[in-house]
């Protein structure tokens, strides 16, 4: 059975890190996961104000990608951080097919898509 958690402190540098992503105080991460296989990732930082995404990984498993996407965005908005915008090193096309992206000259996710269908362009 796959698991999608947030990343522990201790396993979180190892990720950022693999990644090529600096890590701040601000730093976290959702796994997806199955015994010791990591499906997918997605890296981002949180504060009382919003979320950023940073990564995700894979970018060719939609379904994976949503997945992570949903679990991270899914944490910000339990602490009511539900302004949602990504980084340059996430994948623009990859977010039009999740069809997240609410204002892409600003870089800004719609976090109410969370509470949607997941309803991906293949």
């Known amino acids: 059975m796959i698991s999608v958690l947030k990343i522990d402190e201790e396993k979180l540098k190892c990720f950022y890190e693999k ?7 601000f730093s976290s991460g959702v ?3 199955s015994r010791d296989e990591v499906f997918g990732v997605c890296l981002f930082d949180l504060d009382k104000k919003g ?8 970018v060719d498993d939609i ?3 949503d997945g992570v996407l949903r ?6 908005a339990e602490r009511c951080a539900m302004d949602a915008s990504y980084a340059e090193s ?12 609410s204002d892409k000259e ?3 996710l719609d976090i109410d898509k969370l509470f949607g269908g997941c309803c991906c362009k293949k």
């Open 71 to 76: 679990a991270a965005l899914h944490i910000a």
């Open 51 to 58: 979320i950023l995404i940073r990564y995700i990984d894979p």
């Open 90 to 101: 996430v994948s623009e096309d990859l977010l039009l097919k999740l069809q997240f992206i």
């Open 19 to 25: 990644a090529g992503i600096e890590l701040n105080e």
């Open 106 to 108: 600003n870089k800004k």
């Open 63 to 65: 379904g994976m990608a």
């Open 31 to 33: 796994c997806a996961s």
